[in-house]
């Protein structure tokens, strides 16, 4: 809508302060794909006055929405995360990793529609951004262990030189299509 459209282009501005590579993202422009953006606000309200509501930007995620149909195995959405931010005085309070997970939560719920979300990937992510993005990774893969096969990881023991070595692409492949990365997040 426009008055979201109007309201990232006043915040905008913050991502070129704190990301290095930051370019301004046109949310009208659909030449690539169409836009998503996750905010995070933190709630002053202490009353029950809703007239006095009161909400500060804590942080945002651009995601960039590419159909791509003709993805091998099959076709859907990739999503590239093109910007995440959580402003300085909300950092490291855990709110980057919420939101990476509620981004995962609305990708899930896209599975048993006719274009679901396959993929989400960054672009030109920041060292401090790919630990967060492998943290969070490896807690929704230890979530999901019940429900993937492991077998293959539960032979070896860490202590034993086969645990290190380089899965099997099947594996990597079945791993990447649960969780929504891509294979070489999986290895």
Same mark, same amino acid.
């Given at each position: 809508s426009t008055s979201v459209v109007d309201y990232h282009n006043k915040v905008q501005p913050l991502a070129r302060w704190f990301i290095e590579t930051a370019d301004d993202v046109d949310l009208t422009d659909d030449t690539k794909g169409s836009w998503k953006v996750l905010y995070l606000f933190q709630d002053h309200n202490t009353s029950s006055d809703s007239s006095a509501h009161k909400l500060s930007l /804590?942080?945002?995620?651009?995601?960039?929405?590419?159909?791509?149909?003709?993805?091998?195995?099959?076709?859907?959405?990739?999503?590239?995360?093109?910007? /995440?931010?959580?402003?300085?005085?909300?950092?490291? /309070?855990?709110?980057g990793s919420t939101m990476l997970?509620?981004?995962? =939560?609305?990708?899930?719920?896209?599975?048993?529609?006719?274009?679901p979300i396959l993929e989400i990937n960054v672009e030109d992510p920041a060292p401090g951004f790919v630990a967060l993005r492998d943290?969070? =990774?490896?807690?929704?893969?230890?979530?999901?262990?019940?429900?993937? =096969?492991?077998?293959?990881m539960d032979k070896y023991l860490i202590t034993e030189?086969?645990?290190?070595?380089?899965?099997?692409?099947?594996?990597?492949?079945?791993? /990447?299509?649960?969780?929504?990365?891509?294979?070489?997040q999986c290895q």
């Amino acid at each position: 809508s426009t008055s979201v459209v109007d309201y990232h282009n006043k915040v905008q501005p913050l991502a070129r302060w704190f990301i290095e590579t930051a370019d301004d993202v046109d949310l009208t422009d659909d030449t690539k794909g169409s836009w998503k953006v996750l905010y995070l606000f933190q709630d002053h309200n202490t009353s029950s006055d809703s007239s006095a509501h009161k909400l500060s930007l /804590a942080g945002f995620i651009t995601l960039l929405h590419v159909n791509s149909p003709f993805r091998k195995p099959k076709p859907g959405v990739i999503v590239r995360v093109c910007q /995440a931010l959580i402003l300085p005085p909300y950092h490291r /309070a855990g709110h980057g990793s919420t939101m990476l997970h509620c981004m995962h =939560d609305y990708a899930n719920a896209t599975n048993g529609g006719s274009n679901p979300i396959l993929e989400i990937n960054v672009e030109d992510p920041a060292p401090g951004f790919v630990a967060l993005r492998d943290t969070v =990774d490896y807690q929704r893969y230890m979530s999901l262990m019940p429900f993937a =096969d492991c077998s293959i990881m539960d032979k070896y023991l860490i202590t034993e030189k086969e645990y290190f070595l380089p899965k099997s692409d099947v594996m990597l492949e079945s791993f /990447a299509e649960i969780l929504k990365i891509t294979k070489r997040q999986c290895q």
